[in-house]
């Protein structure tokens, strides 16, 4: 055969028979991606798009299984708490440390303070820098405060609301807490959480 493939009748049809079953490959999997069979429109619900994106059924498909997401893909979720922390009046502290991978991620927690006789400032924070309240201004840190003019707190649960920490490389995160009080003692049962953003 001059200028051609120099092949058999029967590697002929073998080449033949790969071709279209890689054909009919590629059409199911398109077909998968736009929608199926009976699916009204291009990119209709049940596709793969749609899955992905959401278009077709109002967003996106989780799990229902009740499974957590694994490191490193989205909605991954670690937390940590913290029990009894004794806190030094007027002195920033540490109450849980929760180290983070690098990633987009979302913080928040929560810290039950208690004192013994009365404190007249209580104030629970989340930031990026070890024993310090950060600006609420910045994006990797969120706070909630009480006080009064008295030492007349006893008790409180404060709310710390969701802030943004990214970064290349991995983070840490702090929650912090800080007492103001003259005497006996504040007391602190705290948690931290995050999940990937993205």
């Not at 077709?56 to 229902?64: A, D, F, K, L």
């Not at 991954?76 to 030094?88: C, D, F, G």
């Not at 909630?144 to 006893?154: D, E, F, M, N, P």
Request: with cysteine.
């Amino acid at each position: 055969m001059p200028n051609g493939l120099d092949i058999g009748a029967g590697q002929l049809q073998t080449l033949i028979a790969t071709l279209q079953n890689t054909n009919t490959q590629l059409g199911n999997l398109f077909q998968a991606f736009i929608g199926g069979p009976g699916v009204p429109g291009p990119l209709g619900p049940g596709s793969l798009y749609s899955a992905i994106t959401g278009v077709g059924h109002g967003g996106i498909v989780g799990v229902s299984d009740g499974s957590n997401a694994a490191p490193g893909f989205v909605g991954e979720y670690t937390s940590l708490n913290a029990s009894s922390v004794l806190l030094t009046s007027t002195v920033v502290a540490n109450v849980v440390t929760l180290p983070l991978s690098a990633g987009d991620w979302d913080l928040w927690g929560n810290a039950n303070m208690t004192a013994s006789v009365g404190a007249s400032a209580l104030q629970a924070s989340i930031s990026a820098t070890s024993a310090n309240i950060g600006s609420i201004l910045s994006d990797n840190n969120s706070s909630s405060q009480i006080q009064t003019t008295t030492a007349v707190l006893v008790s409180a649960v404060l709310g710390v609301a969701p802030c943004r920490f990214t970064s290349a490389s991995p983070m840490t995160a702090y929650l912090v807490c800080l007492a103001t009080f003259a005497s006996g003692t504040v007391s602190v049962n705290a948690k931290i959480a995050a999940r990937r953003r993205r």
